[in-house]
């Protein structure tokens, strides 16, 4: 560890680390993370959410080390299997209007490519993405990604508009109902018919407002980037119907909605594989990455082949995109989620979490939410207000101590962002409750 004290210096300072007491980790074995001490944890942060199958799955790790005897590295310019066998076992999770698939190394690159397909597809340059949404850190989207703490001094992102945030529990319009989660609003009241959601309907309104006065008098939108449901910014769930009423709004300007599928995809939520499909949305464009490769660095967008040819118009070429090893670790990693029934465990374990957590401290938590195995928990204070960020970091360091990983988010810190991998269980999940109980009530 002293080593690493003296060789720390050599990494910028602006690279995100967590917590005070610093971990150095060595090893990973399914939901666990051991550090250079030998302490054993319980990872349920997954690599920011990363580690979909588990640390150092053995027949990922073995698909790895077959296909590194073989083949390592060609790009694109010749023809190989595994990333043919990889696009047909990928593509065949997808609605068949998305049948074609570029590959990446990142999240930040997928989105980057997905605003270059929408804008060469349509012509137009013009984006819009939602307030408190993260899309990544490269030039292009770091307009997109709209948590002022990751913002640069210099200009990024030009021509992207920013949607009001649709958020039931700290936005304008909200009620007691309008989740997809079996935990909703607690502070605020919902008077809607069955299948109605007057909040939906609000911020749809709002949206077609933007929507009017933004490019009215213009060519109108190349695309609309969300996630949906949002990460970084809080784990934050919009209303029923949210998503498939606001793609359609762009649709029928001609734009292209694309769901940002980073966090959400590959099963996390459980009941669906895919975040846009658990609010009957079709878009035309998803991006993938995170929990895709299970950290193994991948990511992918996929789209129409009508929207991909326009590339046609220029050449796109990715030096490392879909390499051999990257097109087995990501077919091995769909085999284990099948094989092991792992969207089914974050539907059971995901549902029996979001139920216990909902069972804490009332005072002390402002809002639990989320689906399947993706989790938000946002700490207050006794008004009601986003909890101290000093506080909250140190009911942070404490999980830590006592062998639990989290993260956290939100614009302001006070949301425990909860994203394990998803092989963790019921008995995890205890352990995991346990803590978080006792440091929220010991620091709150």
């Known amino acids: 560890m002293q080593r690493v004290q003296q060789l720390r210096p050599l990494l910028p300072k602006g690279h995100v680390t967590y917590y005070k007491d610093q971990l150095l980790i060595v090893k990973g074995e399914k939901q666990f993370l051991f550090d250079s001490n030998g302490k054993k944890y319980l990872d349920f942060f997954g690599g920011i959410v990363t580690v979909s199958v588990g640390h150092c799955h053995p027949k990922v790790n073995a698909a790895l080390t077959e296909q590194a005897q073989k083949l390592w590295h060609t790009t694109s310019i010749y023809h190989t299997e595994p990333i043919y066998e990889y696009a047909q076992k990928l593509l065949g999770k997808f609605p068949s209007k998305l049948n074609t698939v570029f590959f990446v190394n990142s999240g930040s690159e997928a989105n980057d490519l997905a605003l270059a397909l929408a804008r060469n597809y349509t012509g137009r340059f013009d984006v819009i993405s939602m307030r408190n949404g993260y899309h990544g850190m490269t030039q292009t989207v770091l307009g997109a990604t709209n948590l002022g703490n990751w913002k640069p001094v210099f200009p990024h992102g030009f021509n992207i508009f920013k949607s009001l945030n649709a958020d039931p529990y700290r936005g304008i319009f909200g009620g007691s109902n309008c989740r997809d989660s079996p935990i909703q609003v607690k502070n605020r009241k919902c008077g809607c018919a069955p299948g109605v959601c007057e909040a939906s309907d609000k911020y749809i309104e709002q949206f077609e407002e933007m929507l009017l006065h933004d490019f009215s008098h ?104 879909g390499n051999p090893l990257a097109s087995v670790v990501g077919k091995a990693v769909l085999e284990v989620i099948e094989e092991e029934k792992l969207q089914e465990n974050c539907a059971v374990v995901g549902d029996y979490f979001l139920k216990q957590l909902a069972a804490l401290d009332e005072k002390a938590i402002g809002d639990v939410r989320g689906k399947g195995l993706m989790i938000g928990v946002e700490l207050i204070d006794e008004q009601g207000k986003p909890l101290a960020a000093a506080k909250t970091a140190a009911i942070f360091e404490d999980t830590k101590n006592h062998g639990l990983l989290i993260g956290k988010g939100g614009i302001h810190g006070n949301v425990l962002r909860i994203k394990p991998p998803m092989c963790i269980t019921k008995q995890d999940v205890d352990f995991a409750v346990d803590i978080i109980a006792k440091s929220i009530k010991q620091f709150k």
């Open 218 to 321: 213009s060519s109108g939108p190349a695309a609309f980037l969300i996630e949906s449901i949002q990460g970084v910014g809080g784990t934050v769930q919009y209303p029923h119907g949210y998503l498939k009423k606001s793609y359609e709004a762009v649709q029928k300007r001609g734009g292209i909605a694309i769901a940002d599928e980073v966090q959400t995809g590959f099963g996390r939520l459980g009941s669906h594989f895919w975040g846009f499909e658990s609010q009957g949305a079709m878009p035309d464009m998803v991006t993938m990455a995170k929990g895709i490769g299970n950290g193994f660095p991948l990511g992918a967008v996929v789209t129409t082949k009508e929207i991909a040819d326009s590339f046609n118009k220029s050449l796109y070429f990715n030096t490392y995109g």
